[in-house]
């Protein structure tokens, strides 16, 4: 039997054990909704746990049920949510494991519950029972003592007669030694319950794995704003975990993957910006402090990236990724460990298009991405007289930002530009031509691109215009925010490049 199943029969025992408590004698409509959402968590039909169903299928109402005017499911999953706090504070503080519903979510959470260290002068042992406690533990201590010398004496003298090579997943940790299994870059999506899946860059993600404690969940609700992929975003890990993945020795750099979608407006829970906040280790050194998803993404339903260079895992093979409750539960959605070189991240490269493009040096080039606001089209003639004229083939136009991951150094960004609508006296053109389109461009705050004019600058229409700018520094956020605004019609971009100059 694999560990999902072990886990599975602990939590379905634990469920048998909470019902058969009697907390519920007097509340049969709390079982029901317990009962139905644990059981469809373990189907694996996440989606069916919504508002309607649990109102008809558990909650017993009628097929018109309509939840935006019935608040019965939210009532009872709020009456439900205490219930289980209390239990699990008194009767089943003890237990292996614990059930609870997320504010804001309606998915079962399974927390394995950490042993409580009792200290011996507590004034609940009573002293016949102190005396047999202190005879347990010298004794205990008599007998590891024992065996200690065993070991020490009789060993080597049997290793000696049978000659067994010790292998490295039997001996000792040592600095060069590298982890059972251990990978080269590895891509995780938190909570997914499926093998594995293949993002729009063509990157492998594996299903949740190498984790220690928290439980998983799915989130349900508006289309997560600038997410580079709808997939790494819907479910996540929960509570106080951490991973342990297995890497090769060698330089990485490493990507967080967060939403907040149980926070914020517009969600049960309520609240907003310091509703959880907590920290992330890595190896034991502090990535994040205090960190909030709201603040960090700028609102709830929005995707939030960090990245961070110079990565390394620890010495005994493993990369040790630890999440801690400050003011509530941490979670994060996705992780991502990629190979690197010492001191600098790799390029960014994002095209205004809906799939990758590979340019003529062989640089792959990812779908748009980390945007929020605008509109992206397809441009079907092709630039002509230009190097890289794939780069050209899609444009995002509008009032629109781009929050692009960057670790702590100096950047060039590299942003191009093609007009290919006014100056065109054609039924699919704009007719126009200098001073047609007119914008601005910031960079976190500070001016790039004043009255740009693209076609005004490129001396007419299918002429790329290439704009470098160098020493720009991520925010504290750690993005890099391009602002495109407005001034005559909508601004527009075509490609951006962003490339680590930090001396290493």
Not at 119 to 129: A, K
Not at 250 to 273: H, I, S
Not at 405 to 432: I, S
Request: net charge neutral; glycine share 10%; hydrophobic share 40%.
């Amino acid at each position: 039997m694999g560990d999902v199943e072990i886990r599975e029969e602990t939590e379905k025992a634990e469920l048998e054990t909470l019902l058969a408590s009697g907390i519920f004698s007097k509340a049969p409509n709390l079982a029901k909704l317990l009962r139905y959402v644990c059981d469809r968590y373990w189907r694996g039909e996440l989606e069916s746990i919504k508002e309607y169903s649990l109102g008809v299928e558990a909650l017993g109402r009628p097929q018109n049920f309509d939840p935006s005017s019935n608040a019965i499911v939210r009532v009872e999953a709020h009456r439900l949510r205490e219930k289980l706090r209390k239990y699990y504070e008194t009767t089943g503080a003890d237990h292996k494991i614990s059930i609870s519903l997320q504010p804001g979510s309606y998915i079962p959470q399974f927390t394995r519950l950490k042993k409580l260290d009792i200290p011996f002068n507590t004034g609940m042992i009573s002293v016949r029972q102190d005396r047999r406690l202190w005879v347990a533990i010298f004794g205990g201590l008599a007998i590891a003592v024992g065996v200690t010398l065993i070991l020490i004496f009789a060993i080597p003298r049997i290793a000696l007669r049978t000659a067994v090579p010790t292998t490295a997943s039997t001996a000792p940790a040592t600095p060069t030694q590298v982890a059972p299994g251990a990978l080269r870059g590895v891509g995780i999506l938190a909570g997914y319950f499926r093998k594995s899946y293949i993002d729009r860059m063509g990157n492998l993600w594996l299903g949740d794995r190498y984790f220690e404690f928290g439980s998983a969940g799915v989130n349900s609700g508006p289309v997560i704003l600038g997410a580079s992929d709808p997939t790494l975003f819907e479910t996540y890990r929960m509570g106080d975990f951490s991973y342990n993945i297995p890497l090769k020795p060698g330089d990485y750099e490493l990507w967080l993957y967060f939403v907040e979608t149980l926070f914020g407006p517009g969600t049960n829970a309520g609240g907003g910006d310091a509703s959880r906040m907590f920290q992330v280790k890595v190896n034991g050194r502090l990535l994040l402090n205090d960190f909030d998803i709201i603040s960090d993404a700028g609102a709830n339903f929005t995707a939030d990236e960090r990245v961070f260079k110079d990565i390394h895992p620890a010495p005994d093979g493993y990369l040790h990724i630890a999440f801690i409750r400050q003011n509530d539960a941490p979670l994060v959605n996705a992780i991502r460990v990629v190979p690197s070189i010492p001191g600098r991240q790799l390029p960014v490269r994002i095209v205004a298009q809906d799939t990758t493009y590979t340019d003529p040096q062989s640089h792959l080039w990812g779908p748009d991405r980390f945007f929020t606001g605008g509109r992206m089209v397809r441009r079907r003639t092709p630039v002509m007289g230009v190097p890289d004229p794939g780069l050209y083939g899609g444009e995002r136009f509008g009032n629109f930002t781009y929050a692009i991951p960057a670790a702590p150094g100096k950047y060039v960004v590299t942003l191009h530009f093609c007009e290919q609508y006014f100056g065109l006296e054609t039924p699919t053109g704009g007719g126009g031509g200098i001073g047609s389109r007119v914008f601005d461009v910031y960079c976190n705050g500070k001016t790039l691109l004043q009255n740009f004019d693209i076609f005004k600058e490129a001396g007419g229409i299918r002429r790329p215009v290439v704009k470098t700018f160098h020493g720009i520094e991520p925010d504290a956020q750690g993005k890099i925010m391009l602002r495109f605004s407005p001034i005559v019609n909508y601004p527009l971009i075509n490609a951006i490049e962003v490339h680590d100059e930090s001396k290493s």
